[in-house]
């Protein structure tokens, strides 16, 4: 039995989608592929509003995460960490063997403006990396506001993890002056897991050339290289690439405020219905994430149990993650997802949950 996924990622993917990992196959060096690429990254910097370089990696995101710290981090990273991605991206970029710091907030906190100024002005970071949507604790962290900070410390690389909301909502790479944006495909795109994007600017390239033991499977040299050609350095995963360019389709032709609008509208029904509830916000609510509410258990639901019997009714739900798990849950609300779907996982949470009072 399928179970209909609301957990943060992978999410429901569109039968069109499926269909479309089914093209007939083609060489990766031929024109035909050639021809796909192109048309994929170029429809990729409309979303992103971009002119910088895009690329596509065959793997997860954290590959390219990796990938970022290996390619830009010089004689020290910040690393701002708010919960359980961000940190583990500072243990990435440790055993890469950087030298780093953790700048840590209170998982349900922001990285803020504030913090981010104070770290920067002290001169010790050639970089900087922090997670815009931290998934594990469902906190969106002001990006517009991190941004104006960075314009101030031009030499030191915006590394930004765009995993769970690229697309969601407008993020403006270029007007933000990111260096690297990254994401993955299998969260508010609604594409099976495998494929990673990530942007490059020119002060990241040059960064990039320079930089000793960058490695090569994600060297950002030989995405440039590559990408002057249409293509990317190792084989790339056709079918997800494939499926992106529906996708992206799908999206213009929703539009990308309607899909902007759409997601900001079913943030607030999940808010509410679980307010309804009884069942409080983990983050503050000026920093609630656009497209996965975390709520804390207040009612002392036993999570574990509710979420077997979810999974029994043909539903994956998510009973927290990490340190928090049991005492805060995760609904996801991202990708091609409607309301029509969230009312069908409401009632049956609505028909369990007397039975677990």
Known sequence: MHKKLFIPGP????????????????????????DL???????????????????????????????????????????FCNGAFS???????????????????????????????????????????????ETSTGVMSPLSEIAEVMRRFPDVMFIVDTVSSMSAIKIPVDELGIDSCIFGVQKAFALPPGLAVFTASEKALK????????????????????????????TPCISLIFALDCQLKRMFAEGLENRWSRHNDLAGYVRSWLADRGFKSFPADAFRSQTLTCSCNSRGIDLAALKKRLGEAGF?????????????????HMGDMTRSDLDELFAAITAILPELA
Do not use: Q
């Open 11 to 34: 999410v429901e993917v569109n039968p069109d989608i499926l269909a479309a990992m089914g093209t007939p196959m083609i060489g990766h060096r031929m024109k035909e592929y050639a």
């Open 37 to 79: 690429h192109g048309g994929v990254t170029s429809n990729l910097k409309k979303l992103l509003f971009t002119a910088d370089r895009v690329f596509l990696a065959t793997s997860s995101a954290f590959g390219v995460m990796e990938g970022a710290v290996r390619n830009l981090v010089g004689t020290r990273c910040a690393n």
């Open 87 to 133: 940190d583990k991206w500072h243990d990435v970029t440790k055993r890469c063997g950087k030298e780093a710091d953790a700048i840590r907030t209170e998982w349900g906190s922001p990285v803020t403006a504030e913090i981010v100024e104070k770290t920067l002005s002290t001169g010790k970071y050639d970089s900087m990396t922090m997670i815009h949507n």
């Open 207 to 234: 960064r990039a050339a320079n930089m000793e033991g960058r490695g090569y499977y994600f060297d950002y040299a030989e995405f440039a290289a590559n990408d002057a050609k249409n293509n990317t350095p190792s």
């Open 316 to 332: 994956a739900f998510d009973d927290g993650y990490g340190k928090i798990k049991g005492e805060t849950f995760r609904i996801a």
